[in-house]
Structure formats: structure tokens, C-alpha cells
């Protein structure tokens, strides 16, 4: 089973630009997170989104945004962009049972650089 | 407000020998607990998990131990090998409640194997 696809892997940006990342969650798993993961903050909670509705927001401005399609795959906007949102970008996925303790597999990542 | 740390950022241990990692939380409301494993400019790679109702899973060379009075769970490689050289983070979330399902992290801890 192919596991959590993220695109891209790279990107640099600039200050004032926009930056839509993409998740394509496992086969079968309906719901995916994101976190940022920084030096400074470690890995952070952005969001998370379960049949196209968003489910938990983290502490993050407005800036950051997210959907999810009918086929679980999501996509994460940062509008504006600032110096720090330069981080790591991961999205993990999982089925979604009752209770919440199912474990969230992670994509590779995409590192975002904003200069 | 970090309601998962990790205190030791660093851990060298001899090949063939004990690898201890330890983690500690705040939220009372946290029952099930997760490890990962994490290389440079990869994404976090599910190692072993925990529920609260049990102290104790075991999965090949590696064992988490669950303190729920003391808030606390540790991680053991028996026995550590090069190749598991790496950064560990240790994970929480909370199965009821308004941040159902959304992962907590501590900061991670570097892990290094020498022969």
C-alpha cells in the first residue's frame, strides 16, 4: 500500500506570495492533519480535515487555510507569506475510528523556504 | 504551553546496549501515546504506540512504558543498533474532547548508536 504523497518537496518563495502545498492521504484513510515543524517550535498542530470538513484548528493566524476533496486528498494554503513560515510542512493521515487512537502516518514533508 | 517534553535532547549509547528515551506530559486528558522516529528532511516514521489502559507494549527490539500517575512513558531499544541513529519524538492525544485525535509532540530527542 503506497503510503502519504506530499507535493512538492521543495519550494522557495518570497515574502507576500501565496503557497498551496498538496496531500494525498494512504488508501482507505479519510482523514489527514497538518503540521508545520520548525527549529524553534517544533512540530505544531495546523489543522485537521475529515470528509472535506475541517475538525481541529491549531494556533495558527488566518493566513493558513486548508480543504480537503471528496477523494480525502488535501491541500494547505499560507497566504501572505512571512520569513517564519519558512518550516517543514507535514501531512499524515489516518482512518478515523471512534475514540481518536488511531495512529497518524506522516508524508515526507515539504520544506518551505520564504525569503 | 508544551504539554509533551522530551528533556533530553541528546542520548549516546553503545551499540548492543540499552537505549532509554523518556517523555513527560501535563494533560490529564491524553490516552494514547505514540513514538516516532525521525531522519533529516524525512517525515516522522510511526515507531510503537500506547493506550492508557495498559502500562507495557512491546514490539521486537522495542518496549514503551506507561507511569500514568507520574505522567510519564519511556521508550526501550534492546538492543540499540547503528542504525537507529536518530531523532525519537514521543506524541500524545487526548481521546475525548475538543482536541480529539490532534497529536501533541515533544521536541524530540537525538539519539545516536556508535559502535
Known amino acids: 500500500k503506497a503510503g502519504v504523497t506530499q507535493t512538492p518537496r521543495y519550494l522557495i518563495k518570497t515574502r507576500g506570495q501565496q503557497v498551496t502545498l498538496s496531500c494525498s492521504p494512504i488508501?482507505?484513510?479519510?482523514?489527514v492533519s497538518w503540521y508545520q515543524q520548525t527549529p524553534g517550535q517544533g512540530l505544531q498542530f495546523l489543522f485537521e480535515y475529515f470528509s472535506e470538513t475541517q475538525r481541529n484548528k491549531g494556533n495558527f493566524p488566518g493566513r493558513f487555510s486548508g480543504r480537503q476533496f471528496s477523494n480525502s486528498r488535501s491541500e494547505m494554503n499560507v497566504s501572505t507569506l512571512e520569513l517564519g513560515d519558512s518550516a517543514l510542512y507535514l501531512c499524515?493521515?489516518?482512518?478515523?475510528?471512534?475514540?481518536?487512537?488511531?495512529?497518524?502516518?506522516f508524508g515526507p514533508g515539504t520544506r518551505l523556504l520564504v525569503l | 504551553d508544551q504539554q509533551v517534553k522530551q528533556n533530553s535532547p541528546s542520548l549516546s549509547v553503545q551499540e548492543g546496549r540499552i537505549s532509554i528515551l523518556n517523555c513527560d506530559y501535563t494533560n490529564s486528558m491524553f490516552d494514547y501515546f505514540l513514538w516516532y522516529k525521525k531522519y533529516p528532511a524525512e517525515g516522522p516514521t510511526f515507531l510503537i504506540s500506547?493506550?492508557?489502559?495498559?502500562d507495557k507494549n512491546e514490539d521486537g527490539r522495542f518496549t514503551v512504558f506507561l507511569n500514568k500517575s507520574a505522567k510519564h512513558l519511556s521508550l526501550h531499544i534492546v538492543p540499540s543498533q547503528p542504525g537507529d541513529s536518530a531523532v525519537y519524538f514521543c506524541?500524545?492525544?487526548?481521546?475525548?474532547?475538543?482536541?480529539?485525535?490532534?497529536?501533541?509532540f515533544g521536541r524530540g530527542t537525538q539519539l545516536t548508536v556508535w559502535p
Open positions: 506524541a500524545a492525544s487526548a481521546g475525548r474532547g475538543s482536541t480529539l485525535g490532534r497529536l501533541y
Open positions: 499524515a493521515s489516518r482512518i478515523l475510528l471512534a475514540g481518536g487512537r488511531e495512529t497518524q502516518y
Open positions: 500506547i493506550s492508557s489502559i495498559k
Open positions: 488508501s482507505g484513510h479519510r482523514s
